[in-house]
């Protein structure tokens, strides 16, 4: 089992940033890429950006390229989302995720879940 928790959401002005971080526990030696999703209400869950075990290849969602940045750090199992000039249109809860392939965009090929965190972007 892995247990994900993320920190990092709160509320923020139209242009300003959040970096949100993803703590991983439990069975991390079995982890190989790891996502971040976001859901907004009323909408199904989205994938944001993927990471490589090795952190060398990413993926973006076209709504976020050039503005989010992921990162992960091995040595203390975290991965983390960096988001610049951020948009009403970013407000969701997002979600790590991890116990996929090792590079995966699709929410129902990853096993193991955070609880999310907040991000609301006010205008």
């Known amino acids: 089992q892995v247990q994900l928790v993320e920190s990092g959401g709160g509320l923020v002005q139209v242009g300003g940033s959040l970096r949100l971080s993803c703590a991983a526990s439990g069975r991390t030696f079995s982890i190989n890429g790891m996502g971040w999703f976001r859901q907004a209400p009323g909408k199904e869950r989205t994938v944001v950006a993927a990471?490589?075990?090795?952190?060398?290849?990413?993926y973006y969602a076209d709504s976020v390229k050039g503005r989010f940045t992921i990162s992960r750090d091995n040595n203390q199992n975290t991965v983390y989302l960096q988001m610049n000039s951020l948009k009403p249109e970013d407000t969701a809860v997002y979600y790590c995720?991890?116990?996929?392939?090792?590079?995966?965009?699709?929410?129902?090929?990853?096993?193991?879940w955070g609880q999310g965190t907040q991000v609301t972007v006010s205008s």
């Open positions: 990471i490589t075990r090795s952190g060398g290849s990413t």
């Open positions: 995720a991890a116990g996929g392939g090792n590079f995966e965009v699709r929410a129902g090929a990853y096993a193991y």
